[in-house]
C-alpha cells in the first residue's frame, strides 16, 4: 500500500467512523499526523515497529497520552488490516492501562466561586459568558462540546427547553431547564446582545470579537477562573476541570435519588438519556465516583432504604 493510498484509506476510516457517529476530532488530527509521519518516512505499510515509533515520538509524554496514541492508531491499523492481510496491529499490552482520572467534585460553595470569578473576567462579555456558560454545564450535566456547540435557536426559554443536535453517536435530545436557569439565561441573552460586535451571531455562547467560543479557549480560561476562586487540587489524579462539573451533576442526582428512595436500577435508564450515553452501562461509572454515593448504595443493598433529610 502506497502512502497515497494510505492517506485515501484514512479518508475512508474516519468517514465510515464518522457516519457511525463517532467525533473523531481529535483522533482524526492524530491520524493526520500519523499518515504524514508514513508519508515522510516512505513506509508503504503499516507495520508494529512503524505505529510504536510514532506513539513514543512527544518526549516526556504522559503514559496516559501514549497509551491513547496507541489506541488510535491500532483502530486505524485494524481497519488496514481487513483489506491488506499484511498490515500489522500494534501490541496494545506494552502501555500502562488507561485509567479514569478520579472526578473532582465541586462543592455548592465551589460552583458559586466559578461563578463569582466569571463575572469578574476583564471583559464584559466574556464575564457575562462564562457566568452563563459554567451556570449552564452545572445545571444540566451536559458535554461541554455539546454546550459550546449550541445555537441561540436551539434553545427555547419560552419553553424552558435545550435540544442538542446530532451529539455523540449522532444522537439529538432536549433537556428541560429550571425556570431560574431560564431567567439567567434571559439576562445573559439581553447582555449578549448589548455587548457582543456582532450580535446576529448564531452562537449561543460567544468572545467579545463575537464569534463561538471554542474548546481551546475554555480550558484555558476555566483553569484562571478555578485558579482566581482558590479551587485547588485534592490530589496529584484529583485536578479541577471544566469535565467536572458533568460529574457533580451526575453524581449529585444520583445520591438524590438514593435519598429519596428512588429505585435507581430501574431509573439509571433516565440519566443515561439524559446524559446522551449511548448505552446504561457507561453511566455505572458514576456509581463509584463519591464515597457518599457508594455508602447509600450499600446501604440500600443491605435494608429498607430509609428517607434522609
Known amino acids: 500500500m502506497s502512502p497515497r493510498t494510505l492517506r485515501e484509506a484514512l479518508g ?53 497520552w501514549l497509551s491513547h496514541r496507541l489506541s488510535v492508531v491500532r483502530s486505524f491499523a485494524r481497519w488496514l488490516q481487513a483489506g491488506d492481510p499484511a498490515t500489522e496491529v500494534p501490541d496494545g499490552g506494552w502501555l500502562p492501562p488507561r485509567h479514569r482520572p478520579t472526578p473532582f467534585l465541586y462543592t455548592d460553595a465551589e460552583v458559586a466561586a466559578l461563578l463569582d470569578a466569571a463575572r469578574r473576567a476583564r471583559w464584559p462579555l466574556s464575564a457575562a459568558t462564562y457566568e452563563a456558560l459554567i451556570g449552564v454545564l452545572a445545571v444540566t450535566g451536559m458535554r461541554v462540546g455539546e454546550a459550546i456547540r449550541l445555537d441561540r435557536s436551539d434553545v427555547s426559554l419560552d419553553d424552558g427547553l435545550v435540544t442538542i443536535c446530532e451529539s455523540k453517536f449522532g444522537k439529538s435530545r432536549q433537556l428541560v431547564l429550571h425556570p431560574s436557569s431560564v431567567a439567567a439565561l434571559r439576562v445573559y441573552l439581553r447582555r449578549r446582545r448589548a455587548l457582543s460586535p456582532a450580535p446576529a451571531q448564531p452562537a449561543l455562547f460567544v468572545h467579545p470579537a463575537g464569534n463561538r467560543v ?18 485547588a487540587p485534592r490530589s496529584a489524579s484529583c485536578r479541577p476541570t471544566i469535565h467536572g462539573l ?64
Do not use: N
Open 214 to 231: 471554542t474548546y481551546r479557549s475554555v480550558g484555558p480560561m476555566f483553569r484562571t477562573l478555578c485558579q482566581r476562586a482558590g479551587i
Open 12 to 64: 475512508g476510516y474516519l468517514a465510515v467512523r464518522r457516519a457511525l457517529g463517532f467525533k473523531l476530532i481529535r483522533a482524526g488530527l492524530l491520524l493526520e499526523q500519523f499518515v504524514t509521519f508514513c508519508e515522510a518516512a516512505g513506509i508503504e505499510r503499516v507495520t508494529a515497529e512503524v505505529a510504536i515509533a510514532w506513539v513514543c515520538q512527544p518526549d516526556g509524554a504522559s503514559p496516559s
Open 246 to 309: 458533568r460529574h457533580t451533576w451526575a453524581v449529585d442526582t444520583l445520591v438524590g435519588w438514593y435519598r429519596d428512595g428512588v429505585d435507581v436500577q430501574a431509573t439509571l435508564p433516565l440519566l443515561s438519556t439524559w446524559m446522551g450515553h449511548a448505552d446504561p452501562k457507561w453511566s455505572y461509572w458514576y456509581l463509584s465516583a463519591s464515597p457518599e454515593l457508594l455508602a447509600l448504595a450499600a446501604a440500600r443493598l443491605e435494608g429498607p432504604a430509609v428517607r434522609r433529610p
